[in-house]
């Protein structure tokens, strides 16, 4: 059990951050974040070094917040913790979703960051985000880092198992998608789908990296489409009727 002194320091520590200012509704406005919906949530703001406005983005377990992940609206470097060193990183971003009986026909959606997830979540309320991003290597299931890296599922557990339905929004790149491949192999493939990202207008070679580069790049409607259009992961011995040779008349 903490003592006093350790339980002093994590409400310092929480009360150093304050209440959303205009300057980052603003900025989450001009990336196609809601801020009613971002002040709602519980989205704070902290002062950064030099009188920078940071983003104080909310962890919370059973509606009470227990840490905050802080870094800059735009760009995500640098990144830290407030709050809780117990419970930080341990648990999904808007993790008390999955309690939410209200929502339990809906697909839930993982994307890799909460900005992502902010975005989606206006339009999708079943949605999360891993705490920590991706990974550049896989981690193998019988790997020893796969506890901790993965300790955020661990712990929703038993959340999990009733899902029937996850589609996996991580990004489109590299880490993104290694990331994608070990939450199927942890979650079971044959209830994840993945999303495909559009190519950019500047540059049909390149698609966008993220359901938020999509958004500020061709509106809100974009987000049902990604989404609508995910693809079933694949499972091997799983075929759709359109990939079966025809039948012998």
């Not at 117990?86 to 809906?106: A, I, M, Q, T, W």
């Not at 991003?133 to 300790?151: C, H, M, Q, V, Y």
């Not at 974009?222 to 259009?229: A, F, H, M, S």
């Amino acid at each position: 059990m903490p003592n006093v002194g350790q339980q002093n320091a994590k409400q310092n520590s929480l009360n150093e951050v304050k209440e959303i200012s205009e300057t980052i509704c603003r900025q989450l406005e001009d990336r196609g974040i809601s801020s009613e919906m971002a002040v709602k949530f519980g989205v704070a703001s902290k002062k950064g070094t030099g009188g920078s406005e940071l983003v104080a983005l909310p962890y919370k377990l059973q509606g009470k917040t227990h840490s905050y992940k802080i870094r800059p609206v735009n760009g995500k470097n640098p990144c830290f913790w407030s709050g809780s060193e117990d419970e930080r990183g341990k648990h999904f971003f808007n993790v008390d979703c999955l309690n939410d009986p209200s929502l339990s026909d809906y697909p839930l959606i993982i994307t890799e960051g909460e900005m992502d997830c902010l975005t989606i979540l206006p339009h999708y309320p079943k949605c999360v985000s891993v705490p920590n991003g991706a990974n550049l290597k896989s981690i193998p299931i019988d790997d020893e880092r796969n506890n901790t890296a993965f300790e955020y599922l661990n712990n929703a557990l038993e959340q999990l198992r009733e899902v029937k339905e996850i589609i996996l929004a991580t990004d489109g790149d590299r880490s993104g998608r290694t990331l994608a491949k070990d939450l199927a192999l942890r979650l079971g493939r044959p209830r994840c789908r993945w999303v495909k990202y559009p190519y950019k207008d500047s540059d049909q070679s390149e698609r966008c990296k993220d359901i938020n580069e999509c958004v500020n790049l061709y509106g809100d409607k974009v987000i049902k489409e990604v989404i609508e259009n995910a693809e079933w992961w694949s499972v091997s011995g799983v075929y759709r009727v359109g990939q079966l040779a025809p039948l012998p008349e």
